[in-house]
């Protein structure tokens, strides 16, 4: 029967809609009814087809899976963060991220490496309460043992590990007058989403009673402004001799970064381009330890935006012969829970991590994220971007053309 027997109207190029049971069928039926309603090309459906394991594990990880799409997993070698040689694994699909990552760990090294920092796992549940007398407000604050005893009891393990409620905080919307209620977690090693979710809920009923109000929604805050990480390198300047091309002059080239650095704090549309580079590198990272990329994207620009406008992340200036760099802003990053336990990929590249805790990836997020800043500026200001990309360019042109392992220009 054609979607025109069904009455529904047609899909793009013609092809018979799903049915609106598909969600409910099972992965095999799913991907047969897909396959009728697609008629995909052999190879369109290998790339998504990863083995009957890989294909189970995505049907529990979400609704109405059919496959998975396969992103180059990548390691950029040769990193020195904190005294400590590491090997980081990054997803991603863009060619040129994971060769800049490795050429800039080569870089800082030679300076003594990345040295990082984070803070505490702090993160926010906010519970938006409606029509709360003002009078009612001391009341909530009174509440404060029995509110922080409720958030424990939820999340038991978390509080054994030495994380759990640690704060709370009010603030009354100025236009809609609705009362926020902020629960502030130390979540420990989880990215802390479903940790803090859930005691946002568990709480409402509790912060209803005491305030007199409504609950509008129970929910955390992606923000993780008080879970920050950053990371700084400092590199003498001769060190830099290497990296830059045959005329130009170490200083002429660390002066130019410095300047860019400050291009992307005057100049917001720069700005966002400069913080999408690092997050080239954190989101990578992010992807391939199986973490909320979106989270820490959100986070990320949010922080950037903190005064207003859009800035830079990360600051550079020269002193004293070398130049110094440094980055700050907020990671919102697990080693357990969710799919970053669940999925065997993502245990792999704790693996090459050497299983760190929450705080040390964020703190190597956090360096990687800088490197990759770094190896962007000095391109940028140096003869560009482009070359670096046109080789591996050229790479994915040949493999088009039928270019195999071993044909391809390097
Ligand atoms: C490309 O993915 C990232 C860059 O545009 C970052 C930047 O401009 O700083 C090279």
Known sequence: MSSMDSGLPEAPSGRRPLPESFRRLGLAERQQSL?????????????????????????VMVESAIGTLAVPLGVATGFLIDGE????????????????????????????????????????????????????????LAARTQIAAEVDAVQPGMKRRGGGFRELRLQRLAESGVLKVELAVDVRDAMGANALNTAAEAVAPLLERVSGGRALMSILSNAARERRAGARFSLPLPQLSRAVPAGTSVEDAAGRIVLASQVAQEDPERAVTHNKGIMNGISALALATANDTRAVEAAAHAWAAREGPVRGLSRYECRDGALEASLELPLALGTVGGAVAFHPA??????LLGFPDGRRLARIAAALGLAQNFAALLALVTGGIQRGHMRLHARRLAYQAGAREGECTR
């Open 85 to 140: 040689e590491l090997d980081i694994p990054m997803a991603v699909e863009e060619p040129s991220v994971i060769a800049a990552a490795t050429f800039a760990a080569r870089l800082t090294r030679q300076g003594g490496g990345l040295h990082t920092w984070a803070t505490e796992p702090v993160m926010a549940a906010q519970v938006f309460l409606e029509a709360v007398p003002e009078q009612r407000e001391a009341a909530i």
């Open 346 to 351: 993502s245990r792999l590249s704790l693996r």
């Open 35 to 59: 396959q009728e309603s697609l008629q995909p090309g052999p190879q369109e459906w290998q790339a998504i087809s990863p083995g009957e394991k890989l294909a189970e594990l995505a049907d």
